[in-house]
């Protein structure tokens, strides 16, 4: 292993790999489980665990700028989805021109509120360990990074 991915940001790599390796379990989880949607539904499930993969691999092994960036964008996305399915769950709502329904949700009951909360806090996570990373320049290949350690 290199020296630029040892120490802090080699950890908050390996923390974010971790967490989204997580995050991929989970989404095959409820892929797999009955009662959580149609087939279009899980493959779109499977879909994005499978889209998550290359990143959590280069999280591991090498976090690059761009490989943090597009954690942080990805992930802000998710946050941003599981908020708004949260908040169709609790009345009616309209999301991208669709009417969500917020009946199945309730059906699946705490079961799907406790999986999206979850979803909610690993998408909040990975978006923290994304931004303290490019916030403070020292991702692989960053200008900042580059120059040496700040000082607290």
Not at 9 to 16: E, H, N
Request: aromatic content about 4%; some cysteine.
């Amino acid at each position: 292993m290199t020296a630029d991915g040892d120490g802090a940001v080699g950890a908050l790599g390996r923390t974010a790999a971790a967490t989204g390796a997580l995050c991929v379990g989970v989404h095959l989880a409820t892929a797999a489980a009955g009662g959580h949607g149609g087939a279009v539904q899980k493959a779109v499930l499977v879909a994005m665990a499978a889209a998550c993969l290359p990143c959590v691999l280069a999280l591991w092994r090498r976090p690059a700028v761009g490989v943090w960036r597009g954690t942080a964008l990805m992930y802000g996305g998710m946050l941003f989805v599981h908020l708004v399915l949260l908040s169709a769950g609790s009345g009616s709502s309209v999301h991208m021109g669709h009417a969500v329904d917020t009946g199945s949700m309730a059906a699946a009951g705490t079961w799907t509120e406790a999986g999206m909360w979850g979803g909610v806090a690993l998408a909040a996570l990975q978006v923290a360990l994304a931004g303290t990373v490019l916030a403070t320049g020292r991702a692989r290949g960053s200008q900042r990074g580059a120059v040496g350690v700040r000082s607290g």
